[in-house]
């Protein structure tokens, strides 16, 4: 939390989950989702969360974590539009009474990730993910105001996704980065491919240039620190390691193995990393079909 007295900030980070998917990686862990960051900036009355987590009892106990701070929850904002950012935010927004707020950008791809619900995201967790609508609006003027200061929407580009969004707080000197940066975890290759992984620096070089103190990426290890410098420069390396490896590994199987020994122990998510390099090598159709 900031020493600013005026507003200052908190992240909630929701534990990995099993995948409804028996067959384990291939080093024989079995399938389990990232942890999720949402992070909560507050003034003395009001506040703004970043990012609504995927399952029903993740959105409960944020919910409930949001209660114990004795804020009133004005705004929600989602940082892109796959659904693990944003599928509790209506029952979230239900419960405070907050506006669900998203970039252009994001609005679209949000109604596409309601398109593919059924056979993917109620796939991999039956009966955990709650009804989720679209009913996020576009922020005047790009920003949200929180007790008369400014939280900034910054349009990053393709992150780990196409149309993300990140939320600048300058008082805070800090940026909620959703997905444009990882901290600590295994980052998602799956839309990586064709020139999708130079669109991702030109994102990271777009949160580097606002200049902050800390980055809060959309997945990251809660035992970590969040300095914007060493958050950037290992989202970096770890592309950097991905355009080494990839041309050295024949098979998706030999880059995940190239991968994990490249951070034995420094990357959480694994699951991620897997679902990633079956797409880079051809093993699926699409994106979706690495998870599955």
């Known amino acids: 939390m900031s020493a600013n007295d005026t507003l200052g900030y908190k992240v909630f980070v ?10 384990p990686l291939p080093n024989g862990e079995s399938r389990m989702f990232a ?3 949402s992070t909560l900036i507050f003034g003395t009355r009001d506040a703004v ?4 987590p995927l399952t029903i009892d993740q959105g409960s106990a944020l919910g409930d974590w949001i209660e114990g701070t004795g804020k009133t929850l004005t705004h929600i904002f989602a940082t892109h539009g796959h659904g693990d950012h944003w599928f509790t935010a209506g029952m979230l927004s239900e419960r405070f009474g907050a506006q669900l707020v998203a970039s252009a950008g994001t609005i679209e791809q949000m109604h596409v990730t309601i398109s593919v619900r059924d056979f993917f995201w109620d796939k991999l967790w039956p009966g955990q ?6 009913t996020a609006v576009v922020a005047p003027d790009g920003r949200i105001s929180l007790e008369g200061r400014d939280l900034l929407i910054v349009d990053v580009g393709h992150g780990d996704t196409d149309d993300s969004a990140a ?26 491919a064709d020139g999708g992984r130079d669109r991702w620096r030109e994102a990271i070089a777009t949160v580097a240039a606002l200049g902050t103190g800390r980055a809060i990426a959309g997945h990251k290890n809660k035992e970590l620190d969040d300095e914007t410098a060493r958050v950037i420069r290992e989202t970096r390396e770890y592309l950097d390691a991905v355009d080494e490896l990839l041309p050295k590994c024949t098979t998706a199987v030999d ?35 690495g998870w599955l």
């Open 129 to 134: 993910v709650p009804d989720a609508a679209v």
């Open 49 to 52: 969360l970043t990012d609504a």
């Open 35 to 37: 942890p999720l960051s």
């Open 14 to 23: 929701s534990d990995p989950i099993a995948l409804n998917v028996a067959e």
């Open 255 to 289: 880059f995940f193995s190239a991968m994990v020994d490249r951070y034995p122990n420094r990357r959480l998510g694994r699951t991620t990393l897997w679902a990633g390099a079956r797409v880079l090598y051809g093993d699926v159709d699409n994106a979706l079909g």
């Open 167 to 192: 939320l600048h707080s300058p008082d805070l000197e800090l940026v909620v980065a959703g997905d444009a940066v990882y901290n600590g975890v295994h980052q998602f290759l799956g839309e990586s």
